[in-house]
């Protein structure tokens, strides 16, 4: 869902962003369900070490779940976008096509460091955390400056901004999950 959001950010593409706000509500069902499980499930007779691996599930749930979130946030920017006939520079295009790849890594290694146990790619969200997060800086500031240079609209200077802070905070739930 999350590469789905940007892809129906960066192409404007209305079909994509009817998916993701459907699955959206779906990953909100599976969050309050799994974690009504997962409440029951403590409530059990497991021991200490079960107990440890519940409770950094419910932890995981909800940053899986905030990545849904910021996937919806996004898809949201692409909607005002459309509407107000807006569309990013080039050189924004540029940086955030940079900035999203990374994200996009960071959540998808993430996932499979869950999934599998892989301590490497685990390490890879890490790193890739700390790419996006100098990105993010980066990108910000020198957005600001094309702003301040009038190169930039205004109103597509806010949804700039507010994509590369959702890019951000998805990559801060992925480094969540992979720990």
Do not use: P, W
């Not at 990953?27 to 070490?49: F, G």
């Not at 540029?94 to 290694?109: D, P, Q, R």
Request: hydrophobic letters at 35%; aromatic letters at 4%; glycine letters at 4%.
């Amino acid at each position: 869902n999350f590469k789905l959001s940007i892809d129906a950010l960066m192409n404007k593409d209305e079909e994509k962003i009817a998916k993701v706000l459907k699955r959206e509500k779906n990953i909100d069902k599976l969050q309050k369900v799994i974690t009504e499980y997962m409440v029951k499930l403590c409530s059990t007779n497991i021991n200490e070490n079960e107990k440890k691996t519940v409770t950094s599930l419910f932890h995981t749930v909800n940053d899986i779940e905030r990545i849904g979130d910021h996937s919806e946030n996004i898809v949201e920017i692409a909607q005002f976008m459309i509407q107000e006939k807006v569309k990013f520079s080039e050189t924004g295009r540029g940086e955030l096509s940079k900035i999203c790849s990374a994200s996009i890594e960071c959540v998808k290694n993430s996932i499979d460091a869950l999934e599998n146990g892989d301590v490497d790619k685990a390490e890879k969200v890490v790193s890739g955390e700390a790419a996006v997060d100098y990105m993010e800086k980066d990108f910000r500031a020198k957005h600001i400056e094309r702003l301040a240079k009038l190169e930039c609209d205004t109103t597509t200077g806010v949804a700039f901004l507010d994509t590369l802070t959702n890019l951000e905070r998805a990559s801060d739930h992925a480094l969540n999950v992979a720990q």
